[in-house]
């Protein structure tokens, strides 16, 4: 066979590559179709073509897959926020629990049937809608010169205008169209990132999902806010407003904020509750963007800490000390490190609101803070968590943890492939996995969360 771009090819959709593209074979030559989805059968332009797969460009649906269902965005094909919205969601969560399957296996060299026999069904949400507490929408100027607010198309930076996400709060419509009238009425100039030039960048939004305290933090290109009161005057009048707050972020960077907070009015933080801790949010602590699965990820990670009260806790990557927190009600002690001195901050602040006294905090690298601790105070843990960013953990991390030998290795992950990665590491160190299980934390889009648990090989 032989293909050129921009030939029309027919493919019957059978898998779906790690950015959601639906994987069709023409006489066994795979192509990625953006928006085709598992069970289409479709016609495709081809637009790339490599030496061992292709690219096409979805052209018509011939076949709608039975898989197929109608996205509540009018904007999802657009839009890179979400990939996968017109798959049904439970095919979404099936094949997000292949995915972790297969890359455990592919990357982390674990036997299938090891995997099969450890591996627990993923946990998916009863309804999605509305699911994410947080939004950064980027701030632009259309073709006519107005400000827009929306999302970033997928692998680009062109905003695609939207203003009511539908994962996202109900609220983050009125209080962007608040933030783009302030702007039109005042003249205040959308960020420009070709020139590097123009105000205002990104709107970060926050709910607290038990609390409903809402967070307001615009990212501007420059040393103040012009009319900032009046744009408070108008953000304050909408119910539940709790903070309103702007971050200086001058440099030509993806990097979307800056280092510091200026707050304009109300709090510096908003408050929300898991379970039965309350924690305080700062704009530039991380908190998981979905409070109900993130209660069922908690809930996982302490029963697989199999704690009864007398065990010492690390919680590395332990962010505003959520975990941190969960685990101190049944642990005699839990030390958390976090990089963010932020993020420590509310952690200490967290610890002492809820009354929980068993619990130290420490700002700075897992890598850093953990062996130096292990060298210079020879450090005892019986339960070692770690929730690291998508890169994973640090091999310096994961050697000190092998070398300290806690009972039991928790490790809760957002990137399935750098889990494997650090699992095998952990395997070769003498460690046994011994439940795993995925927790869509992230419905619509590939992403998903996973939990793990190791002891010492040989034990239980
Ligand atoms: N466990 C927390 C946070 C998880 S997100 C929760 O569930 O909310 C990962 C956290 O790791 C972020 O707060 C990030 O700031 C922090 N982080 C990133 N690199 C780090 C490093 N090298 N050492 C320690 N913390 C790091």
Redesign the pocket.
């Known amino acids: 066979m032989e293909y050129c771009k921009n030939d029309i090819v027919l493919l019957k959709i059978e898998d779906m590559g790690s950015g959601g593209e639906g994987i069709g074979k023409a006489d066994g030559f795979p192509f990625f179709v953006k928006d085709a989805v598992i069970g289409d059968e479709v016609e495709a332009k081809i637009i790339k073509i490599k030496k061992s797969y292709g690219y096409a460009r979805l052209e018509k649906v011939i076949t709608p897959s039975s898989f197929r269902v109608n996205p509540l965005c009018d904007v999802h094909r657009q839009c890179g926020g979400c990939q996968i919205q017109a798959l049904s969601y439970e095919k979404q969560l099936e094949w997000k629990a292949r995915k972790v399957r297969n890359d455990l296996v592919r990357i982390g060299g674990f036997a299938a049937a090891d995997i099969d026999r450890v591996m627990e069904s993923i946990i998916g949400m009863a309804d999605w809608r509305r699911y994410r507490n947080k939004a950064q929408f980027p701030i632009g100027t259309d073709k006519e010169g107005n400000p827009v607010a929306g999302f970033y198309a997928g692998r680009s930076h062109s905003i695609i205008a939207n203003r009511d996400c539908v994962i996202g709060a109900p609220e983050n419509k009125v209080i962007l169209e608040t933030v783009l009238d302030y702007m039109r009425r005042y003249h205040i100039s959308a960020y420009d990132e070709k020139s590097g030039r123009g105000l205002i960048r990104h709107v970060l939004l926050r709910k607290g999902f038990a609390s409903g305290e809402l967070l307001v933090c615009l990212v501007i290109n420059g040393k103040e806010l012009p009319k900032a009161d009046r744009l408070v005057d108008a953000l304050r009048r909408i119910p539940n407003m709790t903070s309103v707050s702007y971050s200086i972020n001058c440099r030509r960077t993806n990097v979307i904020m800056g280092e510091e907070i200026e707050l304009l009015w109300g709090s510096r933080s908003i408050r929300d509750r898991i379970g039965e801790v309350t924690f305080q949010i700062s704009p530039l ?4 963007v979905n409070p109900v699965q ?1 209660k069922k990820l908690y809930d996982l990670a302490v029963e697989y800490a199999g704690l009864c009260g007398k065990e010492t806790v690390w ?6 000390g ?2 941190s927190l969960f685990m101190a009600r049944q642990a005699k002690q839990v030390f958390g ?4 001195a932020q ?1 420590i901050e509310d952690a200490k602040a967290n610890a002492r609101r809820n009354g929980i006294r068993n619990v130290q905090f420490f700002t ?4 850093e803070v953990l062996p130096q601790k292990y060298a210079a105070e020879g450090i005892w843990a019986d339960v070692i968590v770690v ?3 998508r890169k994973g953990c ?1 091999e310096k991390c994961l050697a000190t943890i092998l070398q300290m030998q806690p009972e039991k290795i928790v490790y ?1 992950s957002c990137d399935s492939a750098t889990l494997a990665r650090d699992l095998n590491i952990l395997r070769h160190g003498g460690y046994e996995l011994r439940r795993v299980r995925p927790v869509d934390q992230f419905p619509n889009t590939v992403h998903v969360e996973t939990a793990a648990m190791l002891s010492k090989a040989g034990g239980k």
Do not use: M, N, R
Not at 337 to 340: A, G, K, N, S
């Open positions: 602590s991380f908190y998981q993130t919680d590395l990557y332990c962010g505003i959520t975990i490190v976090e990089v963010t993020a700075g690298k897992a890598e929730d690291p960013p640090d809760i």
